[in-house]
């Protein structure tokens, strides 16, 4: 979940909360949260029992625990549903993952993050970072750098004021100037690479889901390790990425997926 905006008022600091608590993984106790609160302890208890009240938090009077709530399990869905490529992916990474033989990610662009909105794993998985559900950085992901690459100038620089630049692994593109330069190269080929930008010893080539009109809707990428396969080698899969991004593109076509790059139009009182 992206980060609310300053000014969003108690909405944006409700969910503030909640993605405290989802950051934990498991059940977590309130003092815990308020060691990594920036509320004071009144303010965060009082969010914290409305969030339980309205069912976006669940709470386990015997471990003295809180959790994401049913409810919150419950829009999720509908939004996976409704907001996600996945629903029409699925059918076409199922396929692209058992015609190459290696781990397929699905994601989309979640205010300057990569969401992973699914993942097929190869026969033989190997452990990785990404999951369905996790978010990751877009600068140093192949997915990230394939979506990236196709965004407008307004886009793509409001975008880049949200990276951290944070250098994960010595090949982490860790500027914004060379990162700029590595996606006029993307533009030029038609692909990403994963240089073993996020994880040591963990390679991809991404490509990008675009509608007819140029519009980035999420991008996937083929998936694996140096210990198996080299990079030139995993390149030979990018015709069989691509045509399984075309077939994404097309069915998602009837779709109207949320602009998760651009801001949210302002609505005046009446």
Partial sequence: MAAPQSGDGTVGKALEVLDQVAAFGRPVRFSEL???SKYPKATLYRFVQTLTSQGMLSF???RQTYAPGIRLVRLAHAAWQQSSLAPVARPFIEALSSQVGETVHLAQLDHGQVLYVDKRNA??????YSQAGKVGPAYCTGVGKAMLAYLDEPALSRVLAQQSFHAFTPNTLNTEQKL???LGEIRQRGFAYDREEHEPGIICVAVP???ESGRVLGALSVTTSTSRKTLDALEAHVPAAQQAADN????????RFPD???KPEKIGMA
Avoid: C, N
């Fill in 34 to 36: 308020l060691t990594g």
């Fill in 60 to 62: 386990d009077p015997e």
């Fill in 123 to 128: 026969v033989e998985p190997i452990e990785m």
């Fill in 180 to 182: 700029r330069t590595e």
């Fill in 209 to 211: 889901i675009l509608t």
């Fill in 248 to 255: 994404i593109a097309r069915e998602a076509q009837s779709w």
């Fill in 260 to 262: 998760q790059t651009s």
